[in-house]
């Protein structure tokens, strides 16, 4: 049986296939919701649709940096499963290296996934949602958008930029009913970053970890809080 927490609500989870987004994903299935699982690559995502069944976790391969493909994504998701009751943005790329050395790939590649994938998949979310005048959006940041990282310029830049950029779109929703929120975690096993343990708890996170804080946000729990930026690291960022 599934929790009923979030029966009856769709959601759309992008960076579905591995590591944060997979363990999202699985969570909000396993609360209740129909989750649409997107990821560039397919394999992942079609283990997600197996092992839960079509009528819970339908996979869509997508490479989000096609400048159509947000669109055609959000069309095809409530045309096939239905309106969208949450948007979840966690696909992200990580290119290291020190600003002398990043190329200029390098830094578009980076925004193209983090930055402009999210504006451009929120966009096209948030019109269905005012319409509807209900919904919840989030961005899975970093906290490296808030503490500078040696070899991570380009990752924190883009994450910064997406977590002001849903803070604001929060403020433009919110007469709507839509709420937009932010996690950022810390080092997380099996996320883009190698993990490590300087954290004050003295762990690395798990991503169900930061699985956990998203489904809080998108729940009616957390009904009264938007614009917010929820660091999941262990207190890494105070520590730091």
């Not at 239905?82 to 190329?103: E, H, K, Q, Y």
């Not at 970093?142 to 002001?164: E, F, I, N, Q, W």
Request: charged share 20%; proline share 3%; hydrophobic share 45%.
């Amino acid at each position: 049986m599934w929790d009923s927490e979030l029966s009856g609500r769709t959601a759309l989870v992008t960076g579905a296939g591995r590591g944060i987004g997979e363990a999202v994903a699985r969570l909000l299935a396993e609360e209740g919701a129909r989750v649409i699982a997107v990821d560039r690559d397919a394999p992942g995502i079609a283990a997600l649709e197996a092992g839960y069944g079509r009528a819970r976790v339908t996979a869509r391969a997508v490479d989000l940096t096609d400048r159509a493909a947000a669109d055609a994504l959000v069309d095809d998701a409530e045309r096939t499963v239905g309106p969208l009751d949450i948007l979840v943005n966690v696909a992200g790329v990580l290119r290291t290296a020190s600003v002398v050395d990043l190329t200029d790939q390098d830094w578009d590649d980076t925004f193209a996934v983090n930055t402009t994938g999210v504006f451009r998949l929120s966009r096209a979310v948030a019109r269905r949602m005012t319409a509807r005048r209900a919904g919840s959006i989030i961005t899975v940041g970093s906290h490296a958008a808030g503490v500078p990282r040696a070899g991570l310029a380009a990752y924190a830049a883009s994450k910064a930029a997406a977590t002001l950029f849903t803070k604001s779109l929060g403020l433009e929703l919110a007469g709507s009913g839509v709420r937009c929120n932010v996690v950022s975690p810390g080092c997380t096993y099996g996320d883009l970053q190698a993990p490590h343990s300087d954290t004050p708890l003295g762990r690395i996170a798990e991503p169900l970890d930061i699985a956990e804080a998203v489904a809080f946000l998108v729940s009616d729990r957390a009904r009264h809080i938007t614009m917010h930026d929820l660091y999941v690291d262990g207190g890494a960022t105070q520590f730091a």
